[in-house]
């Protein structure tokens, strides 16, 4: 990916995201950033999934997930699910979470508001797969600002591409 390609995708701001699944007693989060608001009726969102990511196998089976919206103040969330120490299957062990009532997905107590939510259409997009969910159950846990990109030192672009910028702009 040649630099003017990296920077113009990095400037596409995003949410910052810990996706969440749950299958046989046992839960993993992912770092999540491309997911946007797909329709308004019925509500729809949609969540992109790294083809090769564990999470999208439990998707595929459970046709389920959780998407937990990281706040300023949730930091740490991002910081740890980026991290080499959340790649492996059980990464929810020291992190606090509730399963969400009917669906049982994992809302971490740390997000400031979480969605547990039904896949009704996904799309295979080169490396990743875009699940289109219906929210079925929200909980809303504080008032914070929602963290996105421009609060982050860095910017994920698929794989193992990752950019870097200062205050000033991209190294």
Request: aromatic residues 6%; charged residues 25%.
């Given at each position: 990916m040649d630099d003017a390609l990296m920077q113009f995708l990095g400037a596409l701001t995003t949410g910052i995201y810990v996706l969440t699944v749950a299958e046989n007693g046992r839960c993993h989060g992912m770092s999540s950033s491309w997911v946007t608001q797909v329709s308004g009726a019925p509500p729809l969102f949609s969540a992109a999934v790294d083809n090769q990511h564990l999470s999208r196998a439990v998707i595929e089976r459970t046709r389920r997930f959780g998407l937990n919206i990281v706040g300023r103040r949730g930091r740490e969330l991002e910081d740890y699910f980026y991290s080499p120490a959340a790649r492996r299957a059980d990464n929810?062990?020291?992190?606090?979470?509730?399963?969400?009532?009917?669906?049982?997905?994992?809302?971490?107590?740390?997000?400031?508001?979480?969605?547990?939510?039904?896949?009704?259409?996904?799309?295979?997009?080169?490396?990743?797969?875009?699940?289109?969910?219906?929210?079925?159950?929200?909980?809303?846990?504080?008032?914070?600002?929602?963290?996105?990109?421009?609060?982050?030192?860095?910017?994920?672009?698929?794989?193992?591409?990752?950019?870097?910028?200062?205050?000033r702009g991209w190294e």
């Open positions: 929810l062990e020291n992190i606090d979470y509730v399963l969400s009532p009917r669906l049982g997905v994992p809302w971490l107590k740390s997000a400031m508001a979480a969605v547990a939510a039904e896949v009704v259409q996904e799309l295979v997009a080169g490396d990743h797969t875009i699940y289109i969910a219906r929210p079925q159950e929200i909980r809303i846990e504080s008032a914070d600002r929602p963290l996105t990109s421009l609060d982050l030192d860095y910017v994920y672009l698929g794989g193992r591409t990752v950019i870097a910028r200062d205050r």
